[in-house]
């Protein structure tokens, strides 16, 4: 199993930038993508973005294209996720994910291993 951490979660005014980062550890091998999610209270898990480690192909969520932009370093078996112009509805617990499966980008079933979470939260 891939073993994830995050960090650079925080409180942002509306219109402010956030840059979350993920370090990979364990079997990274099995992480030929990675990607992010995110929980709003009261809601289900969402899709972010995804990234390829061969070639970095990216995916993203309607919502937050051209706002947001994940990249990885494979050398570091790091994914990031470079958050601008945040608005109040970004507010939310952000889960970085590894280990795909079979399975569509955007499935959170797909990934079979998550980091703990860290919150975002921007004010309006």
């Known amino acids: 199993q891939v073993q994830l951490v995050e960090s650079g979660g925080g409180l942002v005014q509306a219109g402010g930038s956030l840059r979350l980062s993920c370090a990979a550890s364990?079997?990274?091998?099995?992480?030929?993508?990675m990607g992010w999610f995110r929980q709003a209270p009261g809601k289900e898990r969402e899709f972010v973005a995804t990234?390829?480690?061969?070639?970095?192909?990216?995916y993203y969520a309607d919502s937050v294209k051209g706002r947001f932009t994940i990249s990885s370093n494979d050398a570091k078996n790091a994914v990031y996720l470079q958050m601008n112009n945040l608005k109040p509805e970004d507010t939310a617990v952000y889960y970085c994910v590894g280990d795909p499966g079979i399975g569509g980008y955007a499935n959170p079933a797909t990934f079979g291993s998550w980091g703990q979470g860290t919150q975002v939260t921007v004010s309006s």
């Open positions: 364990g079997r990274t091998f099995r992480s030929y993508a």
């Open positions: 990234v390829n480690w061969n070639g970095g192909s990216t």
